[in-house]
């Protein structure tokens, strides 16, 4: 039986294909026309359009904060990604969806009635941050406790797992986005210039950063200006954007700090051995595992490919699938082993 394990993010879309790997990684941006609701297209075509669509269609994100906003489009989406990926015709697979250790029982059913538009044959789910311990090269049943921070687009779900289960977690919406947005602000303020979302991403991925780069880095940027509305260009430098970043980043050590408070004794004395393991696309901002470290007093790890590390995690499970319930059924909260 063809399985597919999936990570629907805020920002990107990833699908595992048992026996073949990673075989999509597109946006989830679907543009959708204004007065009929029809779609027109799906992934990365959709994505080039954000900040840029005529006044008949709408780019929009169906996944926001790690929850699904709209299971109709959501489902399209991944009916069309599904196809992409060479799923399709009368060909039904299973499908494994990773979602957030603090989803509600309502979200969980738009992620499986996603799932099954999308042509899925069954759904299960698996809580992301055991996805991530496992895709990062971490024992998930071993009994010692391991803490993971997975940085999204939308959300940054931080949890305390051991024996293959979420001990306790937390979740903050500073993410990716909020990251963004910092960005935007920043340059709106300091450069009376008016960016999109896009721009600012680009801005934070090349030159962005919570630490110093120890070397002159700099970017041009074309935006609008805020004053008069005209065309305008400015030069950015690195070191600007730190503080707006780091003010971000503080958002999630305080979760992190709260949710180590809270936790048990002796799994909080295993993170002096197990340490940190950073995950998602986030964790690529530069400097931000040095200053975690710095201020945890904790070894952090940050994998070859963090953004691959949820789904990665989901091979394990593929195999296994024809085993498990259907329905809402979170596997992690089984506490059954992932091997």
């Known amino acids: 039986m063809l399985a597919y394990g999936m990570d629907l993010g805020t920002s990107s879309v990833l699908l595992y294909r048992q026996g073949k790997g990673i075989v999509l990684r597109e946006p989830s941006v679907v543009a959708v026309r204004r007065r009929s609701g029809q779609v027109v297209s799906v992934g990365q075509q959709a994505h080039d359009l954000l900040g840029r669509t005529p006044e008949d269609l709408l780019a929009v994100r169906p996944v926001r904060g790690g929850v699904i906003t709209d299971c109709e489009i959501t489902g399209v989406m991944a009916r069309v990604l599904l196809k992409k990926a060479g799923c399709g015709g009368m060909l039904r697979p299973n499908l494994l969806i990773c979602v957030p ?28 941050p055991v996805a991530a311990a496992v895709g990062a090269g971490v024992d998930p049943n071993s009994p010692k406790g391991t803490l993971v921070v997975d940085i999204g687009g939308g959300t940054t779900d931080i949890a305390l797992i051991s024996m293959g289960a979420v001990v306790c977690a937390a979740s903050v919406r500073t993410a990716g986005d909020s990251c963004d947005s910092a960005v935007q602000a920043l340059l709106r303020e300091q450069h009376d210039l008016h960016i999109g979302l896009p721009t600012a991403e680009r801005i934070k991925c090349e030159i962005g950063g919570v630490l110093p780069r120890g070397e002159q880095c700099s970017m041009v940027v074309r935006g609008r200006r805020v004053s008069d509305g005209l065309p305008a260009c400015v030069t950015v430098e690195a070191d600007e954007l730190i503080p707006a970043l780091r003010g971000q980043t503080e958002d999630i ?34 400097g931000i595992d040095r200053y975690l470290s710095e201020q ?38 089984r506490r059954q082993g992932i091997v």
């Open 101 to 128: 250790p603090l989803v509600s029982e309502l979200e969980e059913r738009a992620v499986i009635d996603a799932g099954i538009q999308a042509g899925a044959a069954r759904v299960c789910l698996m809580e992301q």
């Open 253 to 286: 050590l305080a979760a992190i700090c709260g949710l180590i408070e809270t936790a048990p004794p002796e799994l909080v004395g295993d993170l002096t051995e197990t340490g940190l393991v950073l995950a998602g696309g986030g964790a690529r901002l530069f």
């Open 296 to 333: 945890l007093g904790l070894e952090t790890h940050i994998p070859e490919e963090p953004e691959t590390c949820v789904v990665q995690g989901t091979s394990r499970l593929l195999g296994g699938l024809r085993r498990m319930h259907d329905g809402t059924l979170n596997l992690a909260r």
